[in-house]
């Protein structure tokens, strides 16, 4: 019991550091314009590193169900710039194919 | 006077910056609280108690690291193990922080260890899509709601079981996935040579993985440094970022 308070503890140090460091110490306004770009990249490029792999196995156990949902998801975003919405009708067309 | 109606103006944007937060955390909120769920019945099937549920949502709020925490509890492995492997899978965020301070708007030294606190894969993701300079407040609330999704769900996952149907859960787990997609498509759209950036950082991620000593905790890190390293110096994009 007072095991998981300490291990808590540990992982929450862990995990805050790395996310506080950047943010306390970097300025803004006196980085290299290359660096800037460089950091521009970084949403994109995590963006995909999330989807692959892991989205592609995101219903698990299921890869086919999980690239049709993705799939879905991308065209629906295609024509519609709308998270909510994409969201919504990836989320049925997951849920249905599962119940089928 | 003059003080006064600044003050106004000033309060107007909190709220209507918490506002866009709410909207823009909303299927963060929804993906969370069914993963939470999941997370809560997990740890009390481990036979723990709701206490610790809670503490390591909201005392951690780091969701892929709790259930790999979890698991490695339940199979007697040491506490300086767990805790080293948390700090694996979790330094992703170094690199993400240091991408949203380049676009925060001079955020008050009170509000950074805030922001710093609820950067996630989601919110980051979430924030970044937006165009131009983020104010700190946004930033927060994006994060606010979605901790509070992801600590009640855990909650609810622990003291209610899967009140959601599996099937469901599973799909509203999916829809953190589809969250992603429908953040990058649009940019895509935009700037269509983004493509290359997204798709290297997600095979260098797949084939890293399998690399001994890289393995699958740094493989996304090192994927997306690498990604954007390529296409900051080697194959520059023509196109401007639209976030630049």
């Given at each position: 019991m007072n095991n998981i308070l300490v291990l808590v503890i540990l992982m929450a140090f862990v995990t805050y550091i790395p996310r506080l460091l950047p943010l306390a110490l970097i300025k803004a306004d006196r980085l290299p314009e290359k660096f800037k770009l460089f950091l521009s990249y970084i949403p994109y490029a995590v963006l995909g590193a999330l989807i692959i792999p892991d989205g592609l196995s995101g219903?698990?156990?299921s890869v086919p169900i999980s690239i049709i949902v993705l799939t879905v998801a991308a065209i629906v975003s295609w024509y519609k710039n709308n998270v909510i919405l994409a969201f919504v009708i990836s989320v049925a067309v997951a849920w249905g194919l599962q119940s089928f | 006077m003059l003080e006064a109606g600044k003050n106004k103006k000033l309060e107007k944007q909190t709220i209507s910056n918490i506002l866009m937060g709410l909207k823009d955390a909303f299927p963060i909120m929804l993906g969370y609280f069914s993963v939470a769920m999941a997370f809560g019945l997990l740890v009390k099937s481990a036979d723990l108690y709701l206490k610790d549920s809670v503490l390591f949502s909201t005392v951690v709020f780091a969701g892929a690291s709790q259930f790999m925490a979890l698991n490695m509890l339940i199979n007697g492995i040491s506490v300086l193990s767990i805790v080293t492997a948390t700090f694996l899978v979790n330094f992703r965020h170094f690199i993400m922080s240091a991408s949203l301070s380049s676009r925060?708007?001079?955020?008050r030294k009170w509000q950074i260890p805030f922001i710093a606190f609820g950067v996630t894969d989601e919110t980051f993701s979430v924030v970044m899509a937006r165009e131009g300079v983020l104010p700190p407040v946004y930033v927060m609330a994006v994060s606010f709601f979605s901790y509070i999704s992801w600590g009640s769900g855990t909650a609810a996952g622990f003291l209610l079981?899967?009140?959601?149907?599996e099937a469901l859960g599973d799909s509203l787990g999916m829809g953190l996935y589809v969250l992603f997609m429908s953040l990058l498509v649009p940019e895509i759209k935009k700037a269509p040579r983004i493509i290359w950036v997204a798709l290297t950082a997600g095979i260098l991620n797949t084939v890293l993985s399998y690399v001994p000593l890289i393995g699958s905790s740094w493989s996304l890190v090192f994927g997306v440094i690498i990604s954007a390293l390529l296409f900051t110096f080697v194959f520059p994009l023509e196109t401007e970022v639209p976030n630049e």
């Open positions: 219903i698990p156990n | 925060l708007l001079k955020p079981g899967s009140l959601i149907p």
